[in-house]
């Protein structure tokens, strides 16, 4: 599940996209889409580890729709070019846009990908869209030249340098359209032309009102919201569970101490009850504690399921990772050594790592009945330039 558009019949999925170039030349586009879960060629992403001044984009999101950080739904990701790094400040917009996507969706009709391109910086606790430094115009000229999208949303002022005024010239292309962000708020029918929407510093404000549907009044639906609360309660009355459903979506981690660029040289990340591991210069075994889980919180509880989201990098099929269960925290450089490394299901475990081929959307199952805390741990084999994902789930 996630968001959908619906025209002349067809559901398609609804993509921001931000161009790349690399070397004076386009490669393609990294096409964004919210989603509830993983569909095939998708990737789960997490914005630290593919655009820079992450954490600023993600306080702009907030300014710009507080509700979109509390949403659950995630961003993933589809490449034209697998082979390609995506990096570089102009991917930022389309970040910003499907943080805020994640809450809000989209008002346009439109059958093809929406391009974005831009820094997203702050002045004050105002954010504003910057210019993009470099190569603007071959990512413009891809847009013209491209046969399938039809919309790209772009900085003011980069359309008003030289580059981009005469390769505007030179194509004449009849059809395309510059507007503003005003003249994208009036446009409600399926959009089937070049059109390009140039998007001034301080208008970011107007560009999330004119791009997407207002979130959820509160205030207007309170009268039903009243009347559906008395008769829950009431149903309700004679016994509220102490516990938390099996199926709950609430995160499982409750202490997460997940170390980062160490002297192993890898970045690891917790967000969504998603481990992100990432290596950079240096090959060697590695372990850390990922988090505690207090299995009080949840009824009937049977099996800890750990997903395979991504392996990426050139990585030992029999090397790359055993997870530790155990009832009492120990520390990162001791879980190797003193942690309790169970066989999942199915698997058997050497020397802490499993054994067998690992492959995207395996699930481990470990048994946990009878466990009331749950500290977790891993031991990691890091190689550079791997880029491994794991999700969790109780059951």
């Not at 115009?137 to 008003?160: G, I, Q, R």
């Not at 059109?195 to 301080?202: C, D, M, P, S």
Request: aromatic residues 10%.
């Amino acid at each position: 599940m996630g968001y959908f558009n619906y025209i002349r019949g067809e559901i398609t999925v609804i993509h921001l996209a931000y161009p790349n170039t690399h070397r004076d030349r386009f490669v393609g586009c990294g096409r964004l889409a919210v989603l509830q879960e993983c569909q095939i060629d998708y990737e789960r992403i997490n914005p630290d580890f593919t655009t820079t001044n992450a954490t600023l984009v993600k306080a702009a999101a907030k300014i710009l729709a507080k509700e979109s950080s509390t949403s659950k739904l995630s961003i993933y990701e589809k490449k034209d070019d697998n082979n390609t790094d995506y990096i570089g400040n102009s991917q930022n917009l389309a970040f910003l846009l499907s943080l805020i996507h994640k809450s809000r969706p989209i008002k346009l009709k439109i059958n093809s990908d929406i391009w974005c391109t831009g820094s997203i910086e702050m002045h004050g606790k105002d954010p504003f869209l910057g210019r993009v430094s470099k190569s603007f115009h071959l990512k413009l000229e891809a847009f013209l030249t491209d046969n399938k999208d039809y919309l790209f949303v772009v900085p003011e002022v980069n359309l008003e340098t030289p580059e981009a005024l005469k390769l505007l010239h030179d194509y004449n292309i009849k059809d395309a359209n510059i507007i503003t962000v005003n003249d994208l708020d009036k446009l409600r029918n399926n959009i089937n032309q070049k059109t390009i929407v140039k998007v001034g510093a301080y208008e970011l404000n107007e560009l999330v009102r004119s791009l997407f549907r207002k979130p959820f009044s509160f205030k207007k639906w309170l009268p039903f919201i009243t009347i559906i609360a008395v008769v829950t309660a009431s149903i309700f009355m004679i016994g509220i569970p102490e516990n938390i459903s099996q199926n709950t979506k609430e995160h499982i981690f409750q202490n997460c101490e997940i170390p980062s660029g160490w002297e192993k040289n890898a970045t690891y990340d917790l967000h969504d009850d998603m481990l992100t591991i990432v290596g950079n210069d240096k090959e060697d075994a590695d372990s850390i504690f990922i988090g505690y889980i207090d299995l009080k919180r949840f009824n009937d509880v049977k099996h800890l399921i750990i997903k395979v989201e991504t392996l990426n990098g050139s990585y030992n099929w029999n090397k790359v990772i055993g997870f530790s269960l155990d009832k009492q925290k120990i520390d990162n450089y001791n879980i190797a050594k003193k942690g309790h490394f169970p066989h999942p299901e199915g698997y058997t475990v050497q020397d802490n790592f499993i054994i067998g081929k690992l492959k995207p959307g395996e699930q481990l199952h470990y048994n946990i009945s009878g466990m009331i805390h749950l500290f977790l741990g891993a031991k990691v084999y890091i190689n550079k330039g791997i880029k491994y994902s794991f999700s969790f789930e109780i059951k």
